[in-house]
């Protein structure tokens, strides 16, 4: 009982010295928020927000969810499969493991960004390579969670369609797919909403959409429109998490 309240004691020292040792570094002083008005005024700029501009920042808006959406979708029907051979108890050999689990960890190191500052040069400005971008972050990403929800499935009905001489692929298909299928539209819609605030940066470079727009109203200081960007991006949000919410519950 003394040893682990010891390391417990040591445990919360070395997150209080790499606490103060960050905040060193990322130069953290509270003090500064005494220029708060200043960020007042900036706010205060916003208002009354400009409409004019309001359908075709909705249009932006409904193909930034376009971006998301197939981002997401094709990342996971891509990721699916690839999940399976990433479970140590799917794969069927250890080299098929290693190999997709390394793939996966390369696709998921890479953010979206660069994935899409690499892929201008080969399919210009546009939407098409922010999808492919999101696709194969997501890849990397869903996969390694969805072989996560496959490793700590029951092995029972696995082990039943085993003995009953079933194929491994349908094994895998009727016995574990079902368990974690739930889970799996779970981390589907996170990775929608992530998506769709991932397709705002992209739309720095050029992605489209209501990232794209929000980047140049605020670069040529056209604040009320930025307002109105902010708005339809919060509005997506909570759709997609509403919805999102509502397909679980009908699964579920």
């Known amino acids: 009982m003394v040893w682990f309240k010891k390391r417990q004691f040591f445990v919360f020292l070395i997150i209080a010295v790499l606490a103060v040792y960050s905040m060193r570094l990322t130069e953290f002083d509270l003090s500064k928020f005494r220029d708060f008005k200043n960020m007042g005024d900036f706010l205060s700029k916003w208002f009354p927000m400009n409409t004019d501009s309001l359908p075709y920042l909705f249009t932006e808006s409904v193909l930034t969810i376009s971006i998301a959406f197939l981002g997401s979708l094709f990342g996971l029907i891509i990721a699916l499969p690839l999940s399976f051979l990433a479970a140590r108890n799917t794969s069927g050999h250890r080299l098929i493991f290693a190999a997709t689990r390394f793939y996966l960890s390369f696709l998921r190191s890479v953010p979206e960004f660069v994935f899409g500052l690499i892929l201008l040069t080969t399919l210009g400005l546009g939407p098409f390579p922010a999808v492919i971008a999101i696709v194969l972050h997501n890849i990397g990403v869903l996969g390694k969670l969805i072989s996560e929800l496959i490793e700590a499935a029951d092995k029972g009905p696995m082990e039943a369609m085993s003995a009953v001489g079933a194929k491994r692929w349908i094994g895998n298909l009727f016995a574990i797919l079902p368990q974690i299928w739930p889970n799996v539209l779970s981390q589907f819609f996170y990775r929608f909403e ?8 992209l739309g720095l470079i050029g992605g489209g959409g209501i990232g794209q727009q929000l980047f140049i109203h605020f670069k040529t200081f056209q604040y009320q429109l930025v307002s109105v960007d902010v708005l339809l991006i919060m ?5 997609v998490d509403y919805i999102g919410g509502k397909i679980r519950e009908k699964v579920i």
């Open 194 to 201: 992530v998506a769709i605030r991932t397709s705002l940066i």
């Open 235 to 239: 509005i997506m949000v909570i759709l």
